[in-house]
């Protein structure tokens, strides 16, 4: 499933004196299979602009078509029979757009872990056996990393912080999304929750999920991560390319109040003084090509 | 949405009913409440609807947000409208409608209906003007300096106010909570809106139990912040915030009172019709 939407605009508080512009024209293509960054200052319409995509958040105007769906506004009265129909196809786009928000935990509700998990499976697909319930359940949890048997029977409330996210991370993923967008999925993890969180980005990326879209404030781990990289400034989007074609330009990202990975500020004070390194901005690749260039300059010295 | 229903949404505005003691300016309403209903003639409610009218003037707030508060209770003036024109009783009544369902309807009863609407529509406009002029922080600190006196009779006064502004300060957090959680259950594909009451009460859990869960983390956080600042509501505490009577509050007063004065002459004089 492609995402393309066009000169999309929202405003919260319409018509009201507290008006907000959070969007102001958005246009952008994410095709599938990517496995997409989303950067931008805070404020600046990420999230009110990824809630687009699963119809949470109405299109007010412009044109939003994710796979076959087409979200964009009709202004033509809709039948009962049409409503209905839309509104099944609502449901069926938020199964296929599986959105994990900013601390996920706090939407933990049920009385066991299993019962959180399968909720989603339960409201997306009512007329699967109970068994079928369990085998779905179950590759989540497992895909998360966590121990079924183990955790299954546990309140969600005592777990632990990443234990918690891993839960609802499961939640999302349950129902087989082919498109799982993620808000901030870091904010409040300590290094090593980090690194296993994009692992497990990853692996889903590989085996069970087309496309990744991810919110992140972190610039090193977009520059790791992301193939593909969209800046939001001011409710539009502003450029998209690689990490690397957009870290490079280190004066453009910094206009728009981010900052460049540590690779990229590396790369940039070493050419001051005359190294030149040519990397993508992933750690490996930038120690892998300082690596090179300190052998080359060893053969030169002998 | 959600935040839409709340009133006491403040407008930020600078007038002299912004800047009016919020202690003067609560008296001033109850004033003003027992001004219409004392009112017993039209002549009255011209007196007062005109007070409001030149507040509202003054304070800057349009006149979209004082609708914006009629529009949450237009239900409940309606609903004594009808109730009104048709059970109310009174004796020498000239009977005007009687015909299919609208019966017993008597030019009596049409009156004291719309006098009995007037009456609820020029409360609630008077009331929304001091919650649109005054922020919750100042509206509490006036009520808190109003009801002084009753800590002599050893009343928990400051930690009353101290509940209401925390709470009044984690209405808006709250409510953005819950729309957070009610879109993070909608795309789990929670559906909210099909189904009966009964079904559609239990689809609200997994919006009830979160919210309650970060209800009480917030005010664990909130409890904890204040412990370690020593916060303690004992006597000798200083407001940053000084209650001053000023001219404005002094100039509405006076009209105040003069509105009163004029109410009451128009009671005595001009015939009471209710
Ligand atoms: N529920 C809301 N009601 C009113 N205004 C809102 C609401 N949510 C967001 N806004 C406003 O819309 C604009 C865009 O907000 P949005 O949350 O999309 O930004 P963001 O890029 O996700 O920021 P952050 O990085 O801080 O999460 C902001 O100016 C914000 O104040
Ligand atoms: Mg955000």
């Not at chain 1, 969007?23 to 299979?33: F, P």
């Not at chain 1, 078509?65 to 009962?80: A, F, I, R």
């Not at chain 2, 030149?54 to 009808?82: E, G, Q």
Request: charged letters at 20%; a positive charge; aromatic letters at 10%.
């Amino acid at each position: 499933m492609d995402i393309f939407c066009k000169d999309l605009y929202y405003q919260y508080n319409k018509n009201t004196e507290f008006v907000s512009y959070a969007l102001n024209g958005v246009s952008l293509t994410i095709k599938e299979g990517e496995f997409f960054g989303i950067i931008g200052h805070t404020g600046s319409g990420k999230s009110t602009f990824i809630q687009h995509l699963n119809g949470l958040i109405p299109v007010e105007q412009g044109i939003l078509t994710v796979g076959d769906y087409d979200l964009s506004k009709t202004d033509v009265k809709k039948s009962k029979k049409e409503k209905k129909q839309l509104k099944d196809n609502l449901k069926n786009l938020r199964r296929s757009v599986g959105m994990v928000f900013q601390y996920p935990e706090y939407q933990l509700f049920a009385e066991t872990v299993f019962d959180d998990v399968s909720f989603g499976i339960k409201n997306f697909m009512p007329n699967l056996s109970p068994e079928e319930v369990r085998i779905l359940t179950k590759n989540a949890i497992e895909t998360v990393g966590l121990d079924y048997e183990k955790i299954k029977d546990k309140s969600p409330f005592e777990l632990s912080g990443g234990q918690k996210r891993r839960v609802a991370i499961a939640g999302v993923i349950a129902s087989r999304p082919s498109i799982l967008i993620l808000d901030e999925p870091c904010a409040g993890l300590d290094p090593t929750g980090k690194t296993a969180l994009w692992n497990l980005l990853h692996s889903l990326h590989e085996r069970v999920i087309k496309t990744i879209i991810v919110v992140s404030h972190d610039m090193n781990d977009v520059a790791s991560n992301c193939t593909s990289v969209a800046v939001f400034n001011r409710g539009k989007v502003i450029k998209t390319g690689t990490p690397k074609e957009l870290f490079s330009d280190s004066a453009f990202i910094s206009d728009c109040g981010l900052e460049v990975p540590v690779t990229a500020y590396l790369t940039e004070n070493l050419k001051n003084v005359g190294i030149k390194i040519d990397s993508d901005y992933t750690i490996n690749r930038f120690a892998e090509s300082f690596a090179n260039y300190l052998k080359n300059t060893e053969k030169a010295d002998l | 949405m959600l935040k839409d229903v709340v009133f006491g949404q403040y407008y930020p505005a600078k007038s002299p009913v912004h800047r009016m003691d919020p202690r003067s300016k609560i008296v001033l309403l109850i004033l003003y409440i027992v001004m219409i209903f004392i009112v017993k003639n039209f002549w009255g409610f011209l007196l007062t609807g005109g007070l409001l009218l030149a507040t509202v003037f003054l304070s800057k707030v349009p006149l979209k947000s004082m609708l914006r508060s009629v529009k949450a209770i237009i239900f409940i003036i309606l609903f004594t409208f009808i109730i009104n024109i048709f059970f109310h009783k009174e004796d020498g009544a000239k009977i005007l409608w009687d015909v299919w369902l609208i019966r017993n309807v008597t030019d009596k009863s049409l009156y004291y209906a719309i006098f009995m609407a007037l009456r609820l529509l020029l409360l609630v406009l008077g009331s929304s003007i001091l919650t649109l002029t005054t922020t919750p922080v100042s509206l509490t600190d006036g009520i808190e300096s109003l009801l002084k006196p009753l800590s002599y009779i050893k009343f928990p006064v400051h930690e009353l106010a101290l509940i209401m502004s925390i709470a009044l300060r984690f209405i808006p957090t709250l409510m953005e909570e819950t729309e957070r959680i009610i879109a993070a259950q909608k795309a789990r594909g929670a559906d909210f809106e099909s189904g009966n009451l009964f079904k559609r009460a239990k689809a609200l859990l997994p919006v009830l139990i979160p919210l309650i869960t970060s209800a009480f983390r917030r005010a664990e956080e909130l409890g904890d912040a204040m412990d370690a600042r020593c916060y303690n509501g004992s006597k000798n505490r200083t407001k940053y915030k000084k209650l001053k009577f000023s001219l404005v509050d002094l100039f509405g007063t006076v009209l105040s009172l003069t509105v009163l004065a004029g109410v009451i002459l128009c009671n005595l004089y001009l015939g009471a019709t209710i």
